[in-house]
């Protein structure tokens, strides 16, 4: 039985400016990245505060999830956005899972910042449940967490300067 044929259900095609300003730390005035363990850089913060993920960055959508037979299980990603032709959680799930993943490398907000942003982007998108996933991060964003940690494979993650 195949549990998983690929860990990732999406990679980026290109680089995903996001539409939202952060707040810079101090020490990194000119805007910094955020790689990973292996020095994959996936994350950059300009020095207006504007994050940026980059191509090829990859996650697996609204969490959790997993596959059996070639059928993906777990929590939905939506129905295609009528503009974009992506799962109207695509985009949210996007920014939610990079922010989660840095959160302890000295990515300069708090998960209750990420969760709204999580928000913001389910409704910027239409997606109509919305609030339920909200709910479910904000309940379940911790546990989460260890889940894509685990996933991801990494013991940490780091913040350069730009």
């Known amino acids: 039985m195949n549990i998983c044929s690929v860990k990732w259900l999406y990679v980026l095609e290109k680089d995903y400016e996001v539409d939202i300003a952060l707040p810079l730390p101090e020490n990194f005035p000119n805007g910094c990245a955020f790689e990973d363990r292996n020095g994959n850089r996936w994350l950059e913060i300009n020095a207006e505060g504007k994050p940026k993920i980059l191509k090829k960055y990859a996650w697996d959508g609204c969490t959790p999830k997993f596959a059996i037979w070639d059928i993906v299980i777990g929590t939905p990603d939506g129905i295609p956005h009528e503009q974009t032709l992506r799962p109207k959680a695509y985009f949210a799930s996007l920014v939610h899972d990079v922010f989660y993943q840095f959160l302890d490398a000295g990515l300069p907000i708090k998960r209750r910042v990420a969760d709204q942003h999580f928000l913001h982007f389910l409704k910027r998108d239409q997606f109509a449940p919305r ?4 709910v479910a991060v904000r309940m379940f964003g911790c546990l989460f967490r260890l889940f894509t940690r ?11 300067p730009i």
């Open 150 to 160: 685990w996933k991801r494979e990494y013991k940490g993650s780091k913040v350069v």
């Open 131 to 134: 609030w339920v996933y909200y």
